[in-house]
């Protein structure tokens, strides 16, 4: 029979020192942070938070990925407000999260009914987005310029009403620069007469380039990964495998995770791969609409400390 031993002698991974504790309702952000436990995700949280006010610091990058959820859940003021405090120093998005941020911005509302549209035939049938979309693959391809400058371009130009509600928007307005990675047939645009195949993949191409040259410079910067399962981790990977082959994106980098599940991709090119030579992979799984705003919450919390 084996011998028993004293509960006090046991090595424990969980103690009171950090459990959490109550906040008063009237306290601040900054008190309810505070008093969040020290365990699992609050630690993911905390350790993501310092990662990207310490790459700021060093004068490291933090660059963001956003999939179509993320715009589509009314985070562009949160992100904005990101953008003013010099915790983003580029966007990287897919063609969805570019659709919905642009139609946001010129009429205020976006998202439309898939399946009624799907019934009836007018499923991604509007004017307007293709036709913008169009004339700024257009300018891209002719310019030899990205798809994300130039449509943040062309939104300042054209004095769209609901800028201030714009990731591109603010975006542009502050100088941050911004890449669109499209995958062609993946976007209600790709319907429309105007948009022309050869300018379409021509100006995500040139924001492919434009990303392996900012990744270059990503030694101790962190990228983040934000409600893209599948198209923006496979980017982020070989456009920073172009920019390792250029001799720059050297060890560390930090990398994030923040989507509702786990999946293979965003656990292989995000969090391990990336991270292999140095560095530290952070995860968050839950809903945008909260876990991107407590991160923003943390991240200002920290810098301000």
């Not at 120093?89 to 919905?100: E, P, R, S, T, V």
């Not at 009836?120 to 293709?130: A, I, L, Y």
Request: hydrophobic fraction near 45%; charged fraction near 20%; charge should be negative.
């Amino acid at each position: 029979m084996s011998q028993r031993r004293s509960i006090r002698g046991r090595d424990h991974r969980v103690g009171r020192d950090l459990f959490g504790r109550t906040v008063d309702p009237a306290g601040s952000v900054g008190d309810f942070l505070d008093g969040l436990g020290d365990l699992l995700a609050v630690r993911q949280l905390r350790g993501l938070a310092k990662a990207i006010v310490q790459a700021r610091a060093n004068d490291a990058p933090v660059l963001w990925a956003l999939g179509g959820h993320v715009i589509k859940v009314g985070l562009a003021p949160i992100l904005g407000q990101l953008i003013h405090s010099g915790h983003v120093q580029g966007l990287a998005l897919n063609g969805a999260a570019a659709i919905h941020d642009w139609e946001i911005a010129a009429i205020g509302q976006t998202s439309e009914n898939v399946q009624d549209g799907l019934g009836d035939g007018s499923f991604g049938r509007v004017e307007e987005t293709g036709a913008a979309f169009a004339a700024a693959c257009a300018d891209a391809h002719a310019s030899g310029r990205g798809l994300g400058e130039v449509l943040g371009s062309q939104m300042i130009d054209g004095q769209l009403p609901h800028l201030k509600d714009s990731v591109l928007g603010m975006a542009a307005e502050a100088g941050v620069p911004v890449t669109i990675h499209v995958a062609i047939g993946c976007d209600t645009i790709h319907m429309h007469p105007a948009v022309d195949g050869a300018a379409l993949g021509a100006a995500t191409f040139n924001d492919f380039r434009r990303l392996a040259t900012t990744l270059e410079g990503m030694s101790g910067g962190v990228w983040l990964n934000c409600g893209s399962a599948v198209q923006l981790p496979e980017v982020f990977l070989k456009a920073l495998a172009e920019a390792r082959a250029r001799g720059g994106a050297r060890p560390p980098i930090s990398t994030a995770n923040l989507d509702m599940q786990r999946q293979y991709r965003t656990e292989q090119n995000v969090l391990r791969r990336p991270t292999a030579a140095g560095g530290d992979g952070y995860q968050l799984i839950g809903h945008h609409e909260l876990n991107i705003p407590l991160l923003a919450a943390a991240i200002e919390h920290t810098a301000g400390s």
